[in-house]
């Protein structure tokens, strides 16, 4: 709520799960990061960096960290190819859709079902990424199916962007189907009358 009612005027809005926020040295403990980008002039970036810091001291258990230079561009760029990060070796990446205010409960549950999980969710577009390690099939397709069905209630819903071919079957991967799927399925019997086209491969088994 803070950033939202904030004078200054940020380019980015990310918020990183402690799991995360310590893969990418900028974070331990169980302190969930929040990360506010500036761009600007120097003068104006300077005044931003300083009224949003202010505006957050009065928070006890709140620290600010002002990075700047390579270092700044270290975190950025960390930030940015959170998606693909390679060194997280996840069997399963999700993204989930979710209104900006549902974002911080909804990764907190998402947290909560997944302790092993690196999360990252844009605040300001209600974009979260998540990369889940260390689970069976089962205890997987429990906590996404509770994700999911929270994320639907909120007016928002999650797909899978990697898992195991074998659990395919089992997870889901297209969140909660849409409303015109029989027109998808119309199109495609029109334009692929045989089946030939990646059968199976694209929501509800089309």
Not at 34 to 48: N, R
Not at 95 to 109: D, F, G, R
Not at 142 to 170: I, T
Request: charged share 20%; glycine share 8%; aromatic share 10%.
């Amino acid at each position: 709520n803070l950033v939202h009612q904030t004078s200054t005027r940020p380019v980015v809005v990310d918020i990183l799960n402690p799991k995360a926020a310590e893969q990418f040295g900028l974070g331990s403990g169980d302190k969930w990061l929040l990360a506010v980008g500036f761009e600007h002039s120097k003068t104006t970036t300077d005044w931003q960096v300083q009224t949003i810091a202010r505006e957050f001291q009065d928070f006890s258990s709140s620290h600010v960290e002002v990075l700047e230079g390579s270092t700044s561009e270290k975190g950025w760029k960390a930030l940015e190819s959170f998606q693909g990060q390679p060194q997280f070796d996840s069997p399963v990446t999700f993204k989930a859709n979710i209104p900006p205010a549902k974002v911080a409960t909804w990764s907190e549950l998402a947290n909560q079902l997944f302790p092993e999980a690196f999360l990252q969710a844009h605040a300001g577009n209600g974009i979260v990424f998540g990369h889940i390690q260390g689970l069976d099939l089962n205890d997987t397709k429990n906590g996404l199916n509770q994700l999911m069905e929270k994320a639907v209630r909120y007016q928002g819903n999650m797909v899978l962007h990697r898992c195991p071919d074998s659990w395919k079957e089992e997870l889901p991967l297209w969140g909660t189907l849409r409303e015109d799927l029989e027109l998808m399925r119309k199109v495609k019997q029109a334009m692929d009358p045989l089946g030939l086209f990646n059968p199976g491969r694209f929501v509800g088994q089309i």
